[in-house]
């Protein structure tokens, strides 16, 4: 029984990216993740030791109304990785039938990984 190598080109296929659009749309979304959780991280080792809570959103009518455990901040760059993996792996699925639909779950992954960045900003401007 021959083994499977899982190359480049293997988890290239995997996530749908077969032309030079794909791929720097799938740089894009991951860079944008990465300097996120790295945002993300950057606060909290500077405080650590200091932080029990967190004041996680903020609303123009009622104020700060989500406060809770400093670890909580990671569900803003979480769900970034959940969705990228998720659309990633859908964007793979659909460009075997329908390159454009995969490329436009690209451009949708790359909005709400923007998304997500900005209100994991904005939870750390709030406590800043």
């Known amino acids: 029984m021959p083994m499977r190598s899982y190359g480049k080109g293997t ?13 720097l ?17 950057w606060f909290i080792m500077a405080r650590l030791g200091s932080l029990d809570f967190l004041r996680l959103h903020y609303t123009a009518a009622l ?3 989500w406060i809770d455990s400093w670890w909580k901040i ?7 990785l959940a969705v990228f993996v998720v659309n990633g792996l859908s964007a793979g699925v659909l460009s075997k039938s329908h390159r454009q639909f ?14 997500f960045a ?10 800043g």
């Open 11 to 23: 988890l290239e296929r995997f996530f749908g990216i077969y032309s030079r659009k794909a791929e």
């Open 25 to 41: 749309m799938a740089a894009a979304a991951i860079s944008v993740l990465l300097v996120h959780w790295l945002l993300v991280l």
């Open 63 to 65: 104020g700060v109304d």
């Open 74 to 80: 990671f569900a803003f760059p979480g769900f970034g």
């Open 102 to 115: 995969g490329l436009l779950l690209m451009g949708v992954t790359i909005f709400l990984e923007v998304l």
């Open 118 to 127: 900005m209100g994991g900003v904005m939870a750390i401007l709030l406590n």
